[in-house]
């Protein structure tokens, strides 16, 4: 199957900071969500971006799929954004693959 | 437009013991699909179902069953639960595997139940 790799695994940031969380991907894909578990456990989509740019309020998405790799930018962060965000990708059907997540702590 | 609902939120389980874990959606989706989410282990894929009456294996389906029972519903059953099976137990549904797309291929994830087997 395909392999789902994101870095840094744990990140903490001062609120008002702004961080890049990586998702590299083994295998051509055509369905790359990006995920947010908030601390009660609840999942959120928050984008799917199989290829280029999106943008929803104060976090962006970028996925350069010829190489295998997506980019989830959290800009001005505040505590809200603390949780663990995880990019899970397809390919040809909506069976995804999760990778272990970016474990994102900001502080006030 | 409550989204995707499970129940229990919690269980405990004795090992041998069986259970049902239940879940709804009300957004008309097609596809629904089970995940098991263990500590540093991210997600992984149990069951699914691309549309009423179909169920498929997913990445870890031993122990398991499940049952489509209309397009509203998908459970989990465990008929004789073990140790290794303690985890967080999530559904999910989407609106068209076949289709694609954004709309269709995104998925909304139920709130989870936590099961404990001793």
């Known amino acids: 199957g395909i392999q789902v790799e994101q870095s840094p695994p744990d990140l903490i940031l001062q609120e008002g900071a702004n961080s890049t969380l990586r998702c590299n991907f083994s295998?051509?894909?055509?369905?790359l969500q990006w995920f947010h578990q908030n601390p009660w456990g609840q999942l959120i989509n928050l984008f799917y971006?199989?290829?280029g740019t999106k943008q929803n309020g104060r976090l962006s998405a970028t996925t350069v799929a010829t190489e295998r790799y997506s980019l989830l930018y959290i800009s001005s962060s505040q505590t809200t954004d603390s949780g663990v965000y995880f990019c899970a990708v397809a390919r040809g059907n909506n069976r995804l693959a999760f990778g272990k997540g970016n474990q994102v702590v900001v502080i006030p | 437009n409550a989204g995707v609902t499970q129940t229990p939120k919690f269980q405990v389980l004795k090992t041998g013991q069986s259970m049902t874990l239940q879940c709804a959606q009300d957004?008309?989706?097609?596809?629904m699909y089970w995940y098991r989410q263990d500590p540093g282990m991210g997600l992984r894929l149990i069951y699914y179902s691309a549309s009423e009456g179909t169920t498929d294996k997913g990445e870890v389906p031993n122990g398991y069953n499940v049952s489509r029972l209309n397009k509203r519903e998908f459970s989990l059953r465990l008929e004789s639960a073990a140790p290794s099976q303690t985890s967080v137990y999530f559904c999910?549904?989407?609106?068209?595997?076949?289709?694609?797309?954004?709309?269709?291929?995104?998925?909304?994830f139920g709130p989870g139940t936590r099961l404990t087997v001793l």
């Open positions: 999910a549904s989407s609106e068209d595997e076949v289709a694609g797309g954004p709309s269709a291929d995104t998925q909304y």
């Open positions: 295998d051509s894909v055509n369905n």
């Open positions: 957004m008309n989706h097609n596809s």
């Open positions: 971006i199989p290829s």
